[in-house]
């Protein structure tokens, strides 16, 4: 068998953990959520729930990587036989449907970065989304038929995916890493500088942080805590096992845990002063309160992001391209990282090469995706992304907790194997967060959305 691939250097692991996880979950939704969840209260129950899952179980995964040396199927199987493996396949399945629908966004963000040069949208960003973009201003719920100007920026997406993925682990998804990821550090840097020396910053930055205490008696916030943290540090998504499965013996595991969750988190709170800066602008600008104008998704992005473009005084052109830039880096490293999991799952469920689960793999995918590039394929977008969040994060990371820590009994067998090569040494408080404190939040969690949706 030919030698398993591995990464050149330990940045070069942590700029693709860090890639990763910083996508477009950090841009466009941790600042509306930590907004609409007690605001500088917020940061509460998400330290908490960073410190008490996220970091405890990318340590986890890190582990269960590395000790394996597999794709996240061919690691559970290891882990505990045939009967385990499909845990791996279920974190590939999700990872498999969000690709096809990343993709597309990125193309919008692609396009967007050219038009912000001329401002294409007009005044009306809106109806330019849904008209122009999409197609759907005729015949509003209409599908089918391809949108012209969204296929040509969705292959460039998939060709740039597929060249990096092709090249492998260490020429391919490391060297993109290593140049998107200080790339977009800067480029974004720049726009938060442009967005805080805004007319009205300071009244957004107000609104974001203003903590709202008497949210932390309501169990949403902590549930929205939870929740977020688990998607935006892609965990439960076979994502993590995968990369980790490239390290070399000696690797420093839980260092590398701390380092990935905290840069995610550092990049996150940068998003929000930057965001909210632009709203607080906007809202000055509009004469409205913060709350009117602040939103997430694609919204936020795509609607109001091109308003605050228009209203910007002098050089907005660039200012919006490069926002759209960050979109853009932001997600093509995440979108590589999802990729990832189903082309290792593929080549060594199968015994195939790299380049024919690349061809397979991604190929449907992006086969798929031209489906949400089609008018009305923002429905499908919308319905794919609410069933994911809603059951496919959660409901993984649940399962996925609760066996290891119950019915297989592994924690102890991880903890050895982590400490025996980490700097940092984890002991009974990781043990009780992934035993107790992450099953009965996320069980509670995934109590609450049954009956949500149920009744
Ligand atoms: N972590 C990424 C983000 O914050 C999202 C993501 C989720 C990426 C799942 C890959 C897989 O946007």
New binding site residues.
């Given amino acids: 068998m030919a030698q398993r691939s591995q990464w050149g250097t330990r940045a070069g692991f942590i700029m693709a953990a860090v890639g990763?996880?910083?996508?477009?979950?950090?841009?466009w939704?941790f600042p509306y959520v930590a907004y609409e969840n007690g605001g500088g209260a917020f940061f509460i129950p998400y330290l908490f729930a960073l410190l008490t899952a996220g970091i405890p179980i990318l340590i986890m995964e890190f582990t269960i990587g590395h000790k394996y040396r597999g794709s996240a199927p061919l690691s559970f199987f290891r882990m505990k036989g045939k009967g385990a493996e499909w845990i791996g396949w279920w974190g590939i399945f999700v990872?498999f449907v969000?690709s096809t629908y990343?993709a597309v966004i990125i193309a919008w963000a692609m396009k967007y970065s050219i038009y912000s040069f001329n401002l294409t949208w007009g005044d009306d960003t809106g109806g330019f989304l849904f008209g122009d973009v999409l197609n759907l201003a005729d015949n509003p719920g209409e599908v089918g038929g391809l949108v012209p100007g969204v296929f040509l920026p969705l292959l460039l997406v998939w060709v740039i995916a597929f060249v990096i993925l092709l090249a492998g682990v260490k020429r391919g998804i490391e060297l993109a890493n290593r140049i998107f990821i200080p790339t977009l550090v800067a480029v974004f840097l720049l726009v938060v500088i442009r967005a805080v020396t805004l007319d009205g910053a300071a009244l957004g930055l107000d609104a974001f942080f203003k903590p709202d205490l008497s949210k932390l008696a309501d169990s949403t916030v902590w549930v929205a805590a939870y929740g977020h943290i688990f998607?935006?540090?892609?965990i439960a998504?076979a994502?993590m096992i995968t990369y980790s499965s490239y390290l070399p013996k000696k690797s420093d595991i839980t260092n590398n845990a701390f380092i990935t969750g905290f840069a995610?988190s550092g990049f996150e709170l940068l998003a929000g002063i930057g965001i909210f800066a632009a709203l607080g602008f906007m809202a000055t600008q509009a004469g409205e309160p913060v709350s009117e104008v602040a939103s997430a998704g694609v919204g936020l992005a795509f609607v109001v992001f091109p308003k605050i473009i228009n209203e910007m005084p002098g050089m907005n052109g660039i200012f919006g391209f490069l926002f759209f830039f960050s979109l853009v880096l932001?997600?093509l490293t995440?979108?590589i990282?999802?990729c990832e999991t189903y082309i290792a799952g593929l080549s060594e469920k199968f015994n195939i090469s790299r380049r024919k689960a690349v061809l397979f793999g991604a190929g449907s995918a992006s086969i798929i995706s031209i489906l949400f590039a089609t008018r009305g394929g923002l429905y499908f977008l919308d319905a794919a992304d609410y069933f994911i969040n809603q059951f496919g994060?959660a409901a993984i990371g649940l399962v996925e907790v609760f066996l290891i820590a119950w019915v297989f009994r592994k924690l102890k067998v991880f903890e050895n194997h982590a400490n025996e090569i980490s700097d940092i040494k984890v002991g009974l408080l990781w043990r009780i967060c992934l035993t107790f404190v992450t099953p009965i939040v996320l069980g509670y969690m995934m109590f609450d959305l049954l009956r949500i949706n149920l009744m």
């Fill in positions: 990763s996880a910083v996508g477009l979950g950090n841009i939704r990872s969000i990343y998607f935006s540090l892609s998504f994502i995610n932001a997600g995440s979108l990282s999802i994060v």
